[in-house]
C-alpha cells in the first residue's frame, strides 16, 4: 500500500489515485471520539480509473495551491455509476508539476455547520490569505440529498501545505441573514478588496427549512462583500440591465485597467424570463462592464469573432507583456443536451483593450458545462470539471443523472491544461513555467488593428489608466483607448546630408505643413469638445439597457430539480422578488445599505 501522509491542522489527508484505488478505509490522524465532523464526509477524490464526472464545484488559485470546493462527482462503484456530493475541501499543489493520471489530490475535512453546496461561491483575500465559503449555493441532488443549510459564512486559512482551518465568520443566527437572500448560480467574482455576487435565483433548494413549492425566484441587485470590514451591502444594478439581474452567467475580474480595476461580465441566461428554446440567452455582442472605484456600470459592443450565446461557461484571464489582457472563454452550452451541444466545446479569447473575439480554432468533440478554469502560471490554464453535455437521455428522472455518467470525463480526474500560447490542449501542469506569450493569433491581430471605438467616453478613460508590470514594447498607445486620436508622421531619421536648396525648399514647405496640422488640431479639439458635451449613451441613467428589455407581466414557474426534461431547459418565468435590502430605484450608482458584523463574529 502506498503511503499516506497526514496533518493534524484541519484534518487535512493526501489522496493519490494509487492508494485509492487499492479499496482500502481512509484513516483519518487524530480522528475525533466527539460528533465534529458530519456524519457523512464524500473526500471527492477516487481512482482515476474509476472517476467518472465532477461539477458544479467553486475553485480559487491562492499562492501555489488550487482549492476546489462543494459541488457533486460520480464514480464507478461495483460496476455501477455511484453519485455523491463533495463534504471536503480540495486542493491541488502548483508548485510541483504533475499530470492529471497522477495528481496528488488533497482533501480536508470539514467541521459540522460549514456548508455544503452545489453551484457554491469561494472568494479569496490575498492580502490575508483566507478563503471565504457559503454564501451563494444549493443543496446537493446526490448523497443523501441534505436539508439546505441555513445561511452562514466560513473562512479557511490555508497551511501551505494543502490543508488549513476553518472558522465561521458570520454565524446561521446572525441577523446579517435578513437583509441578505442565498443566491442560486449568480454571476460572482473578487478583487479589488471585495467579493461581488450579481443576481442568480432563489429556490426550494437554497432555502431553509425546505420548501419544496417554493417557486423559482429571480434576484435582482449586486451583492458586495467588503473583505477588510467583513460587511456586506446592497445595491441595485440597473446600469447592467433593464432588471439588474441575469444568471448562469460569468464575472471576471481584470485589475489591469481602471483604478481599482475592473469587473467584466458577460453571458449567461435572463433570470426573470428564461426560455426552453434558448431566446433568452444573453448575446455576447455586448458585454458588460462594472468600475468599482466609481460604482459605474458600462456596456461595451465587441467585434470579431463572436460566440454563440451560452450559459455555465468558465473564464479565466491574463495580462500579456504587450499592455494586452486576454479573457479565455472555454465551453458552457445553450439548454438543450446532446449532438446540439457538441459545438460548445471551444475556445474563444476576448482581447482587451480592443474588445475584440478570436476563435481558437479545434474540432469540438466533449461538450462540456458547470466546470471552472483558472490561469495558473505561465500560458498555462487549468480546467477543472463539467458536466457531460453530449448526454441524450429523454426520462425526466435521468437526465441530471446521465450529464454524469453517460461517458467518463476523457480528462483524468477531469484536469486538463490548455496552453495560452501554443492554442493546445494537453495532459501535465509546468510548475515554475517561463511568462504568459500571447499566441501567434493574438500578435498578428494586434499588429494591424484599429483603435478600439468605445460606447461610451467614460469607460475609455477607464480604460486609459493601466496597470501592466511586465508591459514591453506595448502594442497599446494613448491614442488606442480613447474615443478618437490623431496621428502624426514619424520624423526620427533625418538624413545626414542635405542640400541648401532643399533646405530652403523645406523651410517653406515645413511652414505650410505646420499651419495645415495646427488647423487640423484646432478642428479636432472643437469636434472633441462638442462630442464631450454630448451625454453617454450607454451610461445606462435612465436604468435601461439594450440588451434585455421587458418582456411583459411575470409569471411563476416550478422547476424540479436542476434539469427537468429533454431538451433541458427552465420553463415559463419567474417571479421577482428583492434581495430583503433596501433599494433605491435603478440609478448609474446604486445606493449602498452596509451591514456591520458583531465583533464577537469577526477573527
Given at each position: 500500500?502506498?503511503?499516506l501522509?497526514?496533518?493534524?491542522?484541519?484534518?487535512?489527508?493526501?489522496?493519490?489515485?494509487?492508494?485509492?484505488?487499492?479499496?482500502?478505509?481512509?484513516?483519518?490522524?487524530?480522528?475525533?471520539?466527539?460528533k465534529?465532523?458530519?456524519?457523512?464526509?464524500?473526500?471527492g477524490?477516487?481512482?482515476?480509473?474509476?472517476?467518472?464526472?465532477?461539477?458544479?464545484?467553486a475553485?480559487?488559485?491562492?499562492?501555489?495551491?488550487?482549492?476546489?470546493?462543494?459541488?457533486?462527482?460520480?464514480?464507478?462503484?461495483?460496476?455501477?455509476?455511484?453519485y455523491?456530493?463533495?463534504?471536503?475541501?480540495?486542493?491541488?499543489?502548483?508548485?510541483?508539476?504533475w499530470?492529471?493520471?497522477t495528481?496528488?489530490i488533497?482533501?480536508?475535512?470539514?467541521?459540522?455547520?460549514?456548508?455544503?453546496?452545489?453551484h457554491?461561491?469561494l472568494?479569496?483575500?490575498?492580502?490575508?490569505?483566507?478563503l471565504y465559503?457559503?454564501f451563494a449555493?444549493?443543496a446537493?441532488?446526490?448523497?443523501?440529498r441534505p436539508?439546505?443549510s441555513?445561511?452562514?459564512?466560513?473562512s479557511?486559512?490555508?497551511?501551505?501545505?494543502?490543508?488549513g482551518?476553518?472558522?465561521?465568520?458570520?454565524?446561521s443566527?446572525?441577523?446579517?441573514?435578513?437583509?441578505?437572500?442565498?443566491?442560486?448560480q449568480?454571476?460572482?467574482?473578487?478583487?479589488?478588496?471585495?467579493?461581488?455576487?450579481?443576481?442568480?435565483?432563489?429556490?426550494?433548494?437554497?432555502r431553509?427549512?425546505w420548501d419544496?413549492?417554493?417557486?423559482?425566484?429571480a434576484l435582482?441587485?449586486?451583492?458586495?462583500?467588503?473583505?477588510t470590514?467583513?460587511?456586506?451591502?446592497n445595491?441595485?444594478?440597473g446600469?447592467?440591465s433593464?432588471?439588474?439581474?441575469a444568471e448562469?452567467?460569468?464575472?471576471?475580474y481584470?485589475?489591469s485597467?481602471?483604478?481599482?480595476g475592473?469587473?467584466?461580465?458577460?453571458?449567461?441566461?435572463?433570470a426573470?424570463h428564461?426560455?426552453?428554446d434558448?431566446?433568452?440567452?444573453?448575446?455576447?455582442?455586448?458585454?458588460?462592464?462594472?468600475?468599482?472605484?466609481?460604482?459605474?456600470?458600462?456596456?461595451?459592443?465587441?467585434?470579431?469573432?463572436?460566440?454563440?450565446?451560452?450559459?455555465?461557461?468558465?473564464?479565466?484571464?491574463?495580462?500579456s507583456?504587450?499592455g494586452?489582457?486576454?479573457?479565455?472563454?472555454?465551453?458552457?452550452?445553450?439548454g438543450d443536451?446532446?449532438?446540439?451541444?457538441?459545438p460548445?466545446d471551444?475556445i474563444?479569447?476576448?482581447?482587451?483593450?480592443?474588445?475584440h473575439?478570436?476563435?481558437?480554432?479545434?474540432?469540438?468533440?466533449?461538450?462540456?458545462?458547470?466546470?471552472?478554469c483558472?490561469?495558473?502560471?505561465?500560458?498555462q490554464?487549468?480546467?477543472?470539471g463539467?458536466l457531460?453535455?453530449?448526454?441524450?437521455?429523454?426520462?425526466?428522472?435521468?437526465?441530471?443523472h446521465?450529464?454524469?455518467?453517460?461517458?467518463?470525463?476523457?480528462?483524468a480526474?477531469?484536469?486538463?491544461?490548455f496552453?495560452?500560447?501554443?492554442?493546445?490542449?494537453?495532459?501535465q501542469?509546468?510548475?515554475k513555467?517561463?511568462?504568459y506569450?500571447q499566441?501567434?493569433?493574438v500578435?498578428?491581430?494586434?499588429?494591424?488593428?484599429?483603435?478600439?471605438?468605445?460606447?461610451?467616453?467614460?469607460?475609455?478613460?477607464?480604460?486609459d489608466?493601466?496597470?501592466?508590470?511586465?508591459?514591453?514594447?506595448p502594442?497599446?498607445t494613448?491614442?488606442?483607448?480613447?474615443?478618437?486620436?490623431?496621428?502624426?508622421?514619424?520624423?526620427?531619421?533625418?538624413?545626414?546630408?542635405?542640400?541648401?536648396?532643399a533646405?530652403?525648399?523645406?523651410?517653406?514647405?515645413?511652414?505650410?505643413?505646420?499651419?495645415?496640422?495646427?488647423a487640423?488640431i484646432?478642428f479636432?479639439r472643437?469636434?472633441r469638445?462638442?462630442r464631450?458635451?454630448?451625454p453617454?449613451s450607454?451610461?445606462?441613467?435612465?436604468?435601461?439597457?439594450k440588451?434585455?428589455q421587458p418582456?411583459?407581466p411575470?409569471?411563476m414557474?416550478?422547476m424540479?430539480?436542476?434539469?427537468?426534461?429533454n431538451p433541458?431547459a427552465?420553463?415559463?418565468?419567474?417571479?421577482?422578488?428583492?434581495l430583503r435590502?433596501?433599494?433605491?430605484?435603478?440609478?448609474l450608482?446604486?445606493?449602498?445599505?452596509a451591514?456591520?458584523?458583531?465583533?464577537?463574529?469577526?477573527?
Amino acid at each position: 500500500m502506498q503511503s499516506l501522509s497526514s496533518f493534524a491542522l484541519g484534518l487535512g489527508v493526501i489522496l493519490t489515485p494509487a492508494f485509492i484505488a487499492s479499496g482500502s478505509r481512509l484513516p483519518i490522524a487524530n480522528e475525533p471520539k466527539t460528533k465534529s465532523l458530519e456524519s457523512r464526509q464524500a473526500p471527492g477524490v477516487v481512482a482515476t480509473s474509476d472517476f467518472l464526472r465532477r461539477a458544479g464545484h467553486a475553485s480559487v488559485v491562492a499562492g501555489d495551491w488550487v482549492y476546489i470546493d462543494g459541488g457533486e462527482f460520480s464514480v464507478m462503484s461495483d460496476g455501477k455509476p455511484d453519485y455523491q456530493y463533495s463534504t471536503t475541501i480540495l486542493s491541488i499543489d502548483l508548485s510541483q508539476t504533475w499530470s492529471n493520471s497522477t495528481v496528488t489530490i488533497h482533501s480536508t475535512y470539514k467541521p459540522t455547520g460549514v456548508p455544503n453546496l452545489t453551484h457554491s461561491s469561494l472568494w479569496y483575500d490575498e492580502r490575508e490569505d483566507l478563503l471565504y465559503s457559503g454564501f451563494a449555493g444549493r443543496a446537493p441532488t446526490f448523497g443523501d440529498r441534505p436539508w439546505p443549510s441555513n445561511s452562514s459564512l466560513w473562512s479557511f486559512k490555508p497551511d501551505g501545505a494543502g490543508s488549513g482551518s476553518w472558522d465561521k465568520v458570520i454565524d446561521s443566527d446572525s441577523l446579517v441573514w435578513h437583509s441578505f437572500t442565498r443566491p442560486c448560480q449568480p454571476m460572482m467574482a473578487f478583487g479589488s478588496g471585495s467579493a461581488y455576487v450579481l443576481g442568480g435565483f432563489e429556490s426550494w433548494q437554497t432555502r431553509s427549512p425546505w420548501d419544496d413549492s417554493f417557486y423559482n425566484t429571480a434576484l435582482p441587485g449586486l451583492v458586495q462583500f467588503n473583505l477588510t470590514t467583513r460587511t456586506f451591502s446592497n445595491s441595485t444594478a440597473g446600469g447592467y440591465s433593464f432588471y439588474g439581474t441575469a444568471e448562469r452567467g460569468a464575472m471576471h475580474y481584470v485589475s489591469s485597467f481602471g483604478p481599482d480595476g475592473l469587473f467584466v461580465v458577460m453571458g449567461g441566461d435572463d433570470a426573470w424570463h428564461p426560455q426552453p428554446d434558448g431566446s433568452s440567452l444573453i448575446e455576447l455582442e455586448t458585454i458588460s462592464i462594472y468600475d468599482p472605484s466609481s460604482r459605474q456600470w458600462f456596456n461595451q459592443t465587441t467585434t470579431g469573432n463572436i460566440p454563440q450565446r451560452r450559459k455555465e461557461f468558465c473564464l479565466a484571464g491574463i495580462a500579456s507583456n504587450n499592455g494586452t489582457y486576454e479573457i479565455f472563454m472555454y465551453a458552457g452550452w445553450g439548454g438543450d443536451l446532446g449532438k446540439s451541444a457538441i459545438p460548445f466545446d471551444e475556445i474563444y479569447i476576448l482581447t482587451l483593450p480592443a474588445f475584440h473575439w478570436l476563435k481558437v480554432d479545434y474540432p469540438p468533440q466533449q461538450p462540456r458545462h458547470a466546470l471552472t478554469c483558472h490561469a495558473v502560471g505561465g500560458s498555462q490554464i487549468l480546467t477543472i470539471g463539467g458536466l457531460d453535455s453530449n448526454s441524450n437521455h429523454t426520462m425526466d428522472a435521468e437526465i441530471y443523472h446521465s450529464t454524469f455518467d453517460t461517458s467518463p470525463d476523457p480528462f483524468a480526474q477531469g484536469l486538463a491544461i490548455f496552453n495560452m500560447t501554443a492554442l493546445k490542449f494537453a495532459n501535465q501542469y509546468t510548475a515554475k513555467a517561463s511568462p504568459y506569450v500571447q499566441s501567434d493569433m493574438v500578435r498578428r491581430y494586434h499588429a494591424t488593428r484599429p483603435a478600439t471605438k468605445f460606447d461610451s467616453p467614460g469607460l475609455a478613460k477607464l480604460l486609459d489608466i493601466t496597470h501592466f508590470s511586465n508591459t514591453t514594447n506595448p502594442s497599446v498607445t494613448k491614442s488606442d483607448v480613447l474615443p478618437s486620436s490623431t496621428g502624426f508622421p514619424d520624423s526620427s531619421n533625418p538624413s545626414k546630408r542635405t542640400p541648401i536648396g532643399a533646405i530652403a525648399g523645406g523651410v517653406v514647405g515645413g511652414v505650410a505643413v505646420l499651419a495645415l496640422v495646427g488647423a487640423l488640431i484646432l478642428f479636432a479639439r472643437k469636434r472633441r469638445r462638442l462630442r464631450e458635451s454630448e451625454p453617454p449613451s450607454h451610461l445606462e441613467v435612465s436604468g435601461e439597457s439594450k440588451r434585455q428589455q421587458p418582456r411583459g407581466p411575470q409569471e411563476m414557474y416550478q422547476m424540479p430539480g436542476e434539469m427537468g426534461g429533454n431538451p433541458v431547459a427552465e420553463l415559463g418565468a419567474r417571479s421577482p422578488v428583492e434581495l430583503r435590502g433596501e433599494y433605491n430605484a435603478a440609478e448609474l450608482r446604486g445606493e449602498y445599505d452596509a451591514v456591520e458584523l458583531n465583533r464577537s463574529a469577526r477573527r
